[in-house]
């Protein structure tokens, strides 16, 4: 993982209950290499199986957030798999998940951040899919995601007619959560965000997340949802919570 012309592979820096993976191309627009698909993934599997870990942030160097994957080397029999692989595994992730987006949010990444429990974006901040340009027809994980995020006009204004979108528009059609006004103020509010996700109670945080997608894609497990409510109303958890409410102080979840 050394360094080259083209910056550095991703990296990963876990804090407490806060992870953050930061792309590191700045000087070619963050872009992703196939080699950086499967680090990835062994992050997202790092974090994964740290029970500490609450909040993951992915944040990008320079002035723009990813230019997607590398259109010099598409065309290779597996590029598409790898990639639906990793936005796949970044959707399942079992921490909360954030996405900074600043400058350019091109290609692929447009769909790495769907995959994203919330998107935070700067002014200036724009994305675009230029897809059917270069005759690449998206993978089915990212058409799902647009279509059921964002709609099928929208989607079908993305994809197919490759129209590009403003900080102002991607907030408008539902792909931001929130836009603020530069850039410093961005970092303060993914910040923010990360601390107070992170001082909620694990077990009803993760839990909600982890059924509120199963929801979404017709998979609920009703028999494993009840368990994991059984679990949160028996924890200490809860004890604490209702505890510090009544002492109007903040809580300290444990977990458990």
Avoid at 222 to 231: F, G, H, N, S
Wanted: one cysteine or more.
């Amino acid at each position: 993982m050394s360094e080259t012309p083209q910056g550095q592979p991703p990296d990963l820096v876990v804090d407490g209950h806060i992870a953050v993976i930061t792309l590191r191309r700045p000087e070619v627009a963050n872009r992703l290499e196939p080699e950086d698909l499967d680090l990835l993934r062994q992050y997202l599997a790092k974090v994964n199986g740290d029970t500490q870990v609450r909040v993951l942030r992915i944040e990008g160097q320079g002035r723009h957030f990813c230019s997607g994957f590398n259109i010099g080397r598409l065309g290779g029999a597996d590029a598409g798999a790898r990639f639906e692989a990793l936005a796949n595994a970044l959707e399942r992730a079992r921490p909360v998940t954030i996405a900074v987006l600043h400058g350019g949010v091109y290609g692929g990444a447009t769909d790495l951040a769907l995959a994203c429990d919330f998107r935070f974006g700067a002014a200036g901040a724009e994305m675009s899919v230029p897809a059917a340009r270069l005759g690449l027809l998206f993978y089915r994980g990212g058409l799902e995601r647009y279509v059921t995020r964002l709609g099928l006009a929208t989607a079908k204004r993305i994809l197919l007619m490759s129209d590009k979108f403003d900080g102002a528009g991607m907030l408008a059609c539902g792909y931001l959560d929130r836009l603020e006004d530069s850039q410093q103020a961005l970092q303060a509010l993914a910040a923010q965000t990360s601390e107070s996700l992170a001082g909620m109670a694990p077990l009803a945080l993760l839990g909600m997340k982890k059924h509120l997608n199963r929801i979404a894609h017709g998979q609920l497990d009703t028999a494993e949802l009840a368990r994991d409510i059984a679990v949160a109303d028996s924890s200490e958890d809860l004890r604490e919570g209702a505890l510090a409410w009544r002492e109007k102080r903040a809580p300290r979840f444990a977990g458990r």
